[in-house]
């Protein structure tokens, strides 16, 4: 009796500390994926160690990742066109340097490279050189550092070009993955929300009860099934499907994945709608009924329009976890990051990137935050679906 | 032929109709599924044997079995839960017999509700910056299974919620009327009531718990190992992320997709097992506690 004294007010405590924290649980992954994420925004997007060499009279002093990629890519050949005199630009690379210069005249340890260096920028003003940090800064005299912008908010948001890795620097742009992800879970609502409203129809108001006990843990059951075994069952038989069905090369299209997601979104939107459905007041029913309208009349005049809310959060509760979806979207929609232009191409969704590229980021680099920041924009995305979802639900 | 019930007639044909739409849409979406676990059963039954069960993986993971694959799944869904289902019954036991209504209780439940609707692949994310990077785990059992017991929580808390809710107050009453603090009422009388349905939602997260891929992905899952994990410090095998990994990657995709197959079914078998068992406690226990 003494001891319980003690342990009472233990144990109390103990289930107030689990109920506190489980709430803070939520706020913890916030600030988890903000810190890393935010910290991004303070990373040059040129390689680390690295930088980027110009002659000095060079009027260019700044450029954006774009213009780097296209100069590296030989998409851009004159300085003019990014503001500089009019020179063809020449891409000095590691190995024409040291074609050019003889080893003794490099160093043993490339000790002579600055001198090097300095020397070809005499011979070819137009020349943009891309080299280690540790051999360059603070010993050329001929070149400049280039300055390159960090990446910006607006410039994340808005870019269409995601190549986190490419050198000498990497362009981070959301907008593809996002259309990519919009597409392919608007398609998914697309087919699967008037498929399951008919069935939870069905279920609510036409079906036997002894049908529907039947139905109803069979399509509550398949909620269960992991999302990796969806997804394999999509690579096996959606994929060749699709492929065979529009002739494509490749059947990893975004249709693939809308397909997949659809059939996963199905028991959700079933279950939600159904519970809607069945709240409809009995009065109103049979004073439908009695007013001589068939039940189907009264089905769609009377039980859907009173269920609007409901329906309408089962669909955005749908889209809700179609946008989530990792590992199906991974495997059936092809993951190619470019701006989608049709549901019969390869697209890649945000989570899909996430799985798909940090397990190769290396650990705090640009690329390891620049996919922290991409699960804030989901984080921000699944959040305003999940206050969408209590507004609609809560206005019944 | 005008007949005064022609209109009557068509409103019960248009009924016919439309009622006929969307008995076959449900049969159609009922037979899908059942299609897709038929075709998973079909394909994988044949490869899974006993020797499939309880052996390594061999020759690129074309030939051999998925045992540490299964072992690694268990140490997962055991780790997490013995973090979650205490963790989540306290807070349960929180939020439905000591929280009082008002601002605090409000906000555990809202967070709790948000936590459920965050992706998968976030608590994946999250695993990583806090446990793998900051904790210093590294990937390991340990890491691993806390990012999927963050992921479990909100279905414990809400199962252990909504069964404690329905006990009814007389109980808690009586025993009060007795001289028993509120601390041995919820041990000796309204915990015992409830742990039924409370055991319901623990079967329900291990099935969920089972077939996550995502999380597991950078906190402890390893392409492959050639021994069994020899402690919560180690990375280990598990079967969604193996089923992941033997479907898409390497090179012989081709000839390892019938262990792929076989993956999926135990997978599948296991998740299945699991929810139908959740089902018929929760029937049969159901049953029990609305006669007292």
């Not at chain 1, 144990?11 to 890393?36: A, D, H, Q, T, W």
Request: a positive charge.
């Amino acid at each position: 009796m003494d001891l319980r004294r003690y342990t009472e007010p233990f144990f109390e405590n103990l289930i107030k500390v689990c109920g506190y924290s489980s709430g803070f649980v939520v706020l913890l992954i916030v600030i988890f994926l903000f810190r890393e994420g935010i910290s991004f925004f303070n990373f040059s997007p040129v390689e680390k160690g690295y930088s980027l060499w110009v002659h000095s009279n060079n009027p260019v002093k700044k450029l954006e990742p774009a213009q780097i990629k296209d100069i590296f890519d030989q998409k851009i050949t004159n300085w003019k066109s990014i503001g500089g005199k009019d020179e063809p630009i020449h891409l000095l690379s590691f190995d024409e340097l040291s074609q050019a210069y003889s080893p003794t005249q490099l160093g043993p340890k490339f000790e002579h490279l600055p001198r090097c260096l300095d020397s070809f920028m005499d011979s070819l003003p137009g020349t943009i050189g891309f080299f280690p940090e540790a051999q360059t800064v603070g010993q050329l005299k001929t070149a400049r550092e280039v300055e390159v912008d960090k990446i910006a908010l607006s410039k994340f948001l808005t870019d269409t070009e995601w190549f986190p890795t490419s050198r000498p620097a990497a362009r981070m742009g959301v907008m593809p993955l996002l259309l990519g992800t919009m597409l392919v879970s608007f398609f998914a609502i697309l087919f699967a929300l008037p498929l399951g409203l008919a069935a939870s129809i069905y279920l609510a108001e036409i079906a036997d009860e002894r049908v529907r006990k039947i139905l109803k843990p069979i399509i509550e059951l398949l909620a269960g099934i992991p999302s990796v075994v969806y997804g394999f069952f999509g690579l096996v038989v959606i994929v060749p499907f699709v492929q065979d069905a529009f002739n494509l090369p490749v059947g990893e299209t975004a249709l693939s994945g809308s397909i997949v997601l659809a059939i996963m979104a199905l028991p959700t939107i079933i279950t939600v709608s159904e519970d809607a459905l069945r709240t409809t007041p009995r009065s109103m029913k049979e004073a439908s009924l009695a007013l001589g309208a068939s039940q189907w009349q009264t089905i769609r005049k009377v039980i859907v329009p009173y269920a609007a809310s409901g329906i309408t959060a089962a669909a955005i509760l749908g889209i809700g976890r179609a946008i989530g979806e990792t590992m199906a979207a991974l495997m059936v929609t092809g993951n190619s990051a470019i701006m989608p232009h049709s549901l019969l191409q390869p697209v890649r969704t945000i989570p899909a990137t996430i799985a798909a590229e940090l397990g190769e980021a290396p650990y705090d680099g640009l690329h390891f935050k620049a996919l922290f920041a991409l699960g804030c924009v989901l984080f921000f995305i699944t959040l305003i679906i999940n206050l969408l979802v209590e507004r609609v639900s809560a206005k019944r | 032929m005008i007949f005064p019930e022609s209109n009557e007639r068509r409103k019960k044909l248009g009924q016919a109709i439309m009622f006929g739409i969307a008995r076959g849409i449900s049969y159609g979406i009922v037979g899908l599924l059942l299609l897709i676990l038929f075709f998973i059963a079909k394909q994988g039954m044949g490869v899974v044997n006993w020797q499939y069960l309880t052996s390594m993986p061999t020759d690129g993971m074309t030939k051999g079995g998925i045992y540490p694959a299964i072992v690694g799944t268990l140490y997962l869904v055991g780790g997490s839960m013995l973090f979650a289902f205490p963790v989540g019954v306290m807070a349960g036991i929180y939020v439905n017999e000591y929280a009082k209504e008002g601002a605090l209780k409000r906000f555990v439940k809202t967070m709790t509700n948000n936590l459920a609707g965050v992706p998968s692949i976030i608590f994946g994310l999250f695993g990583m910056a806090l446990f793998v990077n900051q904790m210093g785990f590294g990937a390991s059992i340990i890491a691993g299974s806390l990012t999927l017991g963050l992921l479990a929580l909100p279905i414990v808390i809400r199962t252990t919620e909504e069964s404690l809710k329905s006990v009814d107050d007389t109980f808690r009453q009586a025993s009060y009327a007795l001289g028993a603090s509120k601390l041995y009422t919820i041990r000796k009388v309204v915990l015992p009531i409830a742990l039924p349905n409370i055991l319901t939602g623990l079967i329900l997260a291990v099935g969920r718990v089972s077939g996550e891929t995502a999380p597991i992905l950078f906190t402890v899952a390893a392409y492959f190992l050639p021994k069994l994990p020899s402690s919560i410090m180690d990375q280990c095998m598990a079967l969604p992320y193996h089923l992941y990994v033997i479907s898409t990657s390497g090179t012989q995709i081709e000839a390892s997709r019938p262990m792929a197959y076989g993956t999926a079914f135990v997978l599948v078998a296991i998740v299945l097992i699991v929810n139908i068992i959740a089902a018929l406690l929760r029937n049969y226990f159901g049953k029990k506690v609305k006669m007292n």
